[in-house]
């Protein structure tokens, strides 16, 4: 089961205002939250950004056996990735060979 993360946004006034006047000439039937989606996935488009792809594994079962899943991404990019002291001393081995 997929988790949809929620987005909270407070703003002024006139954000508020202009986000009205975009609802009302684009997308007059649909619900605030959706008004938000269509705007960021419109500017995406625009841009030319896609998400990352994600790699989720099943890492347990809750007590309704549901599978449960992690974001493996962060743990690849982690993988790669050395610890401070790690990195240090590597940058202070090649230092000291060239």
Do not use: W
């Not at 703003?11 to 975009?22: D, F």
């Not at 609802?23 to 960021?40: D, F, G, H, T, W």
């Not at 309704?64 to 081995?93: C, Q």
């Amino acid at each position: 089961m997929k988790k949809e993360p929620t987005i909270f946004i407070r703003c002024s006034e006139e954000t508020n205002e202009l986000l009205e006047t975009i609802r009302k000439a684009e997308m007059p039937v649909k619900s605030r939250n959706s008004q938000i989606i269509y705007l960021i996935h419109k500017e995406a488009k625009e841009l030319g950004i896609t998400p990352q792809p994600t790699k989720e594994v099943i890492v347990g079962y809750d007590a309704n056996g549901s599978p449960t899943t992690e974001d493996a991404t962060v743990e690849i990019k982690n993988e790669n990735a050395k610890s401070g002291l790690g990195a240090l001393a590597e940058t202070k081995r090649q230092g000291t060979l060239g």
